[in-house]
């Protein structure tokens, strides 16, 4: 098995990227907006939720020219849901999915008297698919101050509306991690996460040719197709757009600094290479790398790729580029390792998996 590994960083200069819907404690005002974060005994982390993480990098594919193919969506009282169908949607295979329909009678009437959802998949049971894409919460890599702004409504007539907001200035760190086997193949089993296919969805797999793997229950899209929406998962991640409060704050949320490979598991071996100093900011750890090359050797099946933006860190870059001649530090592993832009290392990515599709098998 192969998994695309990888880690990002989002420099928020100025920036309120999640809200809580909570009211400030102690505000001045009633017309409040909170960030989200974790309070700890050593300060305060404001961090991105890893549902709002996975929106900005749906939105993100939905909306540029991608060629994604977004599946529709479907709204009952209580519960939404995707249509479930992996072979026809693109997110539908790699965000996964649980399309679970109300039992009610005067649900099911409203389903059948809904002209919106003619083209809708009919199901015959529930489906559901754990995402072969992964993602984690995005959090600071230290602790901040979190300001609090004041501000007032005052272009009406009569007295001005006041309101307050919180931001930060933090460095944000998230994870990812793609399981190659499982993009693009879709299961039967009758178990939680693994029942992708009920029997409408075997019939249209049937008639789309798909490949059946009958010992695995599961059906499998052709490689071409399968590295398709890969690719461009990853190019859309690259480009990534979204958050709050951009038309006040505008951040640029694409990474900054990304370190990806191609690893035999499905266990986050960068996650410790990026950590806070003890002035707040962020440090490329470079012995954490060393060590986890050196222990994850016969595990890491790509070079490492390390996409750095110029003008980003650049004391941080420096002594990176050192390591990566320091026989003590990097020098051994430098043949494995590419540094560039972030979206050239997403691209180089994409074209190690086009020259080794047996990745995806």
């Known amino acids: 098995m192969a998994f695309v590994t990888g880690l990002l960083l989002i420099d928020a200069s100025a920036s309120a990227l999640n809200n809580s819907g909570e009211p400030i404690p102690g505000a001045r005002t009633e017309n409040t907006s909170s960030v989200k974060f974790i309070r700890t005994r050593s300060g305060d982390y404001p961090y991105v939720s890893a549902q709002a993480f996975r929106a900005w990098l749906r939105d993100t594919l939905e909306r540029g020219d991608f060629g994604w193919q977004a599946s529709p969506i479907h709204r009952e009282e209580k519960v939404a849901y995707t249509d479930g169908s992996p072979s026809l949607y693109w997110d539908d295979d790699l965000f996964g999915y649980m399309r679970a329909e109300s039992k009610r009678a005067s649900a099911k009437k409203k389903r059948e008297a809904d002209i919106s959802r003619s083209e809708a998949t009919p199901t015959d049971e529930v489906i559901t698919r754990i995402a072969p894409f992964r993602v984690s919460t995005l959090v600071s890599v230290a602790p901040v101050y979190i300001t609090t702004d004041f501000g007032v409504m005052a272009r009406q007539e009569d007295n001005p509306v006041p309101y307050e907001h919180q931001f930060y200035r933090a460095t944000l760190q998230g994870l990812f991690s793609l399981d190659l086997k499982r993009a693009g193949t879709f299961t039967y089993r009758k178990k939680t996460g693994y029942l992708n296919l009920d029997g409408t969805r075997k019939k249209r797999a049937k008639e789309q040719g798909l490949e059946h793997l009958e010992s695995e229950k599961a059906y499998r899209l052709p490689l071409n197709e399968r590295l398709q929406r890969v690719k461009v998962l990853f190019e ?111 691209r180089s990515l994409v074209a190690a998996l086009d020259e080794y599709p047996q990745w995806l098998t």
């Open 236 to 346: 859309g991640l690259s480009q990534l757009e979204g958050g709050a409060k951009l038309t006040t704050h505008y951040t640029d949320v694409s990474p900054a600094l990304t370190v990806l490979a191609v690893t035999k598991g499905g266990n986050h071996i960068f996650g410790h290479v990026v950590k806070g100093n003890s002035r707040w900011l962020p440090e490329f750890n470079v012995e954490a790398l060393r060590e986890t090359l050196t222990i994850f050797a016969d595990d890491v099946l790509s070079p490492v790729y390390v996409g750095w933006v110029q003008g980003y860190l650049d004391d941080e870059r420096a002594k990176f580029e050192a390591a990566l001649s320091d026989e003590t530090q990097l020098q051994s592993f430098a043949n494995r390792i590419e540094l560039s832009h972030p979206q050239e290392a997403f």
